[in-house]
Structure formats: structure tokens, C-alpha cells
């Protein structure tokens, strides 16, 4: 029984990597023409979100999204959520609208044919380097001041260890936050891990539960404030899993 479940998820697993590689080779050309300068990255978006839209319907997920307060379209945010799975890429997309850029590791720019629009369209940041740090909050403050938000997932990277309820957060964010004096917005992923963890012989078609929660404002506070506004967003994000667990 368990060999047969294993096939399953073995079929299913390469039918994902199959529609991610296959779809992005389809709409190449149209790639490279939006990702040539960063004036195109509004229509980059709209393709992606598309994309992502696509790639979780195929796979038989269904986002069911619960909103505590409305993002508006003319501001800008810094999206926060739990990072567990890279399914995690696909539903930011998938539940904002606002048009946004992402900040992730500079590894994935190796991945081959996502690596290369990867590099071309996000912010890439290598953490064990001093330099890369500092341009990317040069990076991301061209970004904001175009009126586009940021998603930084503040864990850096998915825990090794599964059991991890939600990683210690980096300040990075908070900060990026606090200089801009843009509202925070936490978001809690309860069921990707769940639906598609980095564990391969694992995951299954279903709901994906997302929350919005109330955004934090950084209006008046300093930069001074990020170890406050970390802990801040990080409590609303582990109390809410902790709670879904109970």
C-alpha cells in the first residue's frame, strides 16, 4: 500500500515540476522581453501571478484566504509570511494583488530556467555577505519609491527540522519597514507544509488556508524599533499556527 501511495506522490511531484518548467518555457520569449528593465516588472507580475494561479490549480490546491484588514492598491507594504515550502512562492503571488517584488537567497538564481527570470525579476541577497546586504536595501528603496510593495518571507530560509514551528525572524524586513514607514503586513501559510513540504514522498491535493492579518505601522517609530516590530509580527504569526495546532 505504502509502495502504490509512493508512486502517487512520485506522478504528482514530477506532473508539478513538469507544469513549472513547461509553462515558463512556453512563455519565454514574452519573459525575456518584460524582465529586460525593471519598467516591465508590472507586466513580469501579472504573468507570474497568473502562473502561480495556474500551477496550484493543476495541482489540486484551493486557496481559501480569511482577510482581518483590506490591502489598498495605491499603498505600498511589506508582505511578511511563514516560509515552509516552496509552494509558499506560488500563493504570495496567488493572494496579493498589489504588485510586489520579492527579496529571497541568491542560491535560487542557480535553479536552471526559474534561476534565470528569478535573478532577473527579485532581489537577490547572499547573507554571509556584507555587501550583498547593503545593496539590496539600495535595491529595494528604488523598488518603494517606483510605489511597488516588498516580500521578504523573515525566517531567511525553511528549517531543516519539519517540527520548527516558525523560525527565528531577521531584522531585515523590519527595517526596510521602518525606513520607508510603510505598514507591515503579517501573513500566516497554515497547510503548505502540509500540501507540499520539501520532504519528497510527502503532500496531498487540498485547501490551502491563508490569513491576512491587521497590519502593523511603523508610522513615527525608528529604525531603532525593528527588534519590537519583529517580535511584534512574529508573535501574531507563531500564536496563529499555534492555535490552528491546538
Not at 81 to 106: E, P, W
Not at 142 to 155: A, D, K, M, T, Y
Amino acid at each position: 500500500m505504502k509502495l502504490f501511495k509512493n508512486i502517487a506522490i512520485l506522478i504528482w511531484r514530477i506532473w508539478f515540476y513538469g507544469w513549472m518548467i513547461g509553462t515558463i518555457i512556453v512563455v519565454f520569449p514574452v519573459l525575456i522581453v518584460v524582465t529586460a528593465r525593471e519598467s516591465g516588472y508590472p507586466y513580469f507580475f501579472k504573468i507570474a501571478r497568473t502562473w502561480a494561479k495556474t500551477i496550484l490549480f493543476v495541482m489540486g490546491f484551493r486557496v481559501k484566504i480569511e482577510t482581518e484588514q483590506q490591502i489598498e492598491k495605491s499603498k505600498s507594504y511589506m508582505f511578511c509570511a511563514n516560509h515552509t515550502s516552496i509552494i509558499d512562492i506560488l500563493l504570495m503571488l496567488a493572494v496579493v494583488k498589489n504588485t510586489f517584488v520579492f527579496v529571497g537567497k541568491a542560491e535560487l538564481s542557480k535553479l536552471p530556467i526559474f534561476g534565470f527570470f528569478y535573478k532577473r525579476t527579485c532581489i537577490l541577497v547572499d547573507r554571509n555577505d556584507p555587501e550583498s546586504r547593503k545593496a539590496v536595501f539600495e535595491a529595494a528603496e528604488r523598488r518603494l519609491n517606483s510605489g511597488l510593495s516588498v516580500c521578504i518571507f523573515p525566517e531567511g530560509k525553511v528549517p531543516d527540522d519539519e517540527s520548527v514551528v516558525l523560525d527565528q525572524f531577521r531584522n531585515g524586513a523590519f527595517i526596510l519597514a521602518l525606513e520607508h514607514q510603510i505598514p507591515i503586513v503579517p501573513m500566516t501559510f497554515y497547510d503548505c507544509k502540509k500540501r507540499f513540504s520539501y520532504t519528497f514522498f510527502s503532500g496531498s491535493p487540498g485547501i490551502i488556508r491563508t490569513k491576512i492579518h491587521q497590519f502593523i505601522e511603523t508610522k513615527n517609530l525608528k529604525v531603532s524599533d525593528k527588534k519590537e516590530i519583529n517580535s511584534k509580527t512574529f508573535k501574531v504569526i507563531y500564536d496563529e499556527l499555534i492555535n490552528d495546532m491546538s
